[in-house]
Each structure stands twice: as C-alpha cells, then as structure tokens.
C-alpha cells in the first residue's frame, strides 16, 4: 500500500514569503506528526495530532508555525513570514492510533520530506 | 527538551566488519527506539525496546536497552553497502508522544 507523501518535495522560497507543506498519510492511520530535521540533526518534534485535534503542539518554534488536519487525514504545515533559520526538511509520520503511556510504542511511518529553502 | 548524544557521530568500516554505536540519555527513558535514514528519505524504525536490559535483535541488528534506562546500544554484524545511512536512537517525552531523537551516527561502508 501507499506510504506517508510529501508535497512538495522541495520548495525555495524568499525571506517572509508564506508557505504551506503537506502531508497526506497512510490511510487510516489517526495520528500524524510533523517533524523537522536540520541538516546533521536528527528529527525535531513539532506538533501531533490525533483525529482532526492538535493534541500536543509544544514543539512549534513559534507562532509564525500552523499546522491543521481538518478532515482527520491530510495535514498542512503552515509557515508565515518565513526566516532563512526555517531551512530544513520537514518530515511528517503517522501512525495507526496513539498508544500513551511508556509501555508501548505504535510505530511511526515516515515520509520522504519536504525540503524547504529561505532564501 | 531531553538530550540524547550518539557516538560515534560517524563510521567508515569495510564490508564484513561489526559496527557498535550507542545513545545516551540526560533523563530516563522507558522505551527506546532504533532508526535508520537513507539520503533523501524518512527514518525507518529497526527496532524498539521497551524494558531495561532487554537485548533485541533483527537480522543483523541487535540493540539493548541499557540497565541504567539513560543508554541504548546498536550493533550491526557483518556490514554490507545497504548498511550506509544515518543510524538515529529516539525516545519518548514524558507525554508520550512526543520523541526525541538522538544526534545520528553516519556509517558508510567501504566495499
């Protein structure tokens, strides 16, 4: 079956424009998470979701970052009045269902990601 | 947010080699997790650990959970090429769902 896409997969864009990365997940998965990896870092949490709620949001830079899955499948990453510190690859993930507690982990299925380039 | 360094932060071995690397932690975790990233792509999870001690293995990976709960390890038996990636440790935040990842051990290997 199809896996996590990312769309773009690459977008440069100039200092304060505004951009909109999107994730489409597995289908059926009910939670998706958006994270991004700076070049030589690894993934850097930013937001998840479970159903169409931002259930934990903590990771977002500031308020220049939006996220939203209205329908509870897709979701846009919304970056406005970007900094050339916004360059990175932002990865999204999903998974079946959200397990809480630290007994047990739903694996979380990545995407390719979205390179983003503030010039 | 939680700290979690990788050593070695790179490897350059010869095909047939074993590779040990390890992750260490500021905060305790209950579960460990294992991930490697191709070029271009997501991470794929290798392996997860969830109890102290607890030696995992897959193919020829095989991954521990250390007793301390502040340290994992990964060892690769036997490298071949596919093997070359970034190789990232992760761990879950204290809500659960939010996950740390490590620095990233970059192995290539030498045919």
């Known amino acids: 079956g199809a896996g996590v896409s990312q769309t773009p997969s690459n977008k440069v864009t100039e200092k304060g424009k505004y951009v909109e990365l999107r994730c489409d997940p597995i289908?059926?998965?009910?939670?998706l998470y958006w994270y991004r990896q700076s070049l030589g870092q690894g993934p850097e949490f930013l937001i998840y979701?479970?159903?169409?709620?931002?259930?934990?949001d903590s990771g977002l830079p500031n308020d220049r970052f939006f996220a939203v899955r209205p329908e509870g499948s897709v979701s846009t990453l919304k970056i406005q009045r970007t900094e050339r510190g916004d360059s990175a690859v932002y990865l999204c993930?999903?998974?079946?269902?959200?397990?809480?507690?630290?007994?047990?982990?739903?694996?979380?299925?990545f995407g390719p990601g979205t390179r983003l380039t503030v010039l | 947010g939680q700290q979690l360094n990788q050593s070695p932060q790179s490897m350059f071995i010869q095909e047939g080699e074993d590779v040990s690397m390890n992750c260490t932690s500021s905060s305790i975790f209950n579960t460990w997790l294992w991930y490697k990233q191709d070029p271009g792509e997501g991470p794929v999870l290798l392996i997860a650990?969830?109890?102290?001690?607890e030696l995992t293995s897959n193919g020829r990976l095989t991954a521990q959970f250390g007793i301390t709960r502040k340290d994992s390890f990964l060892n690769i038996s036997a490298s071949i090429p596919s093997d070359v990636g970034i190789y990232f440790c992760?761990?879950?935040?204290?809500?659960?769902?939010?996950?740390?990842f490590g620095t990233g051990t970059s192995l290539t290997v030498i045919p």
């Open positions: 993930a999903s998974s079946l269902t959200f397990v809480g507690g630290f007994s047990s982990y739903n694996e979380q299925f």
């Open positions: 992760a761990g879950p935040g204290t809500t659960g769902n939010q996950f740390y």
């Open positions: 979701f479970q159903g169409t709620g931002a259930a934990d």
């Open positions: 650990l969830y109890k102290a001690g």
């Open positions: 289908s059926g998965h009910t939670a």
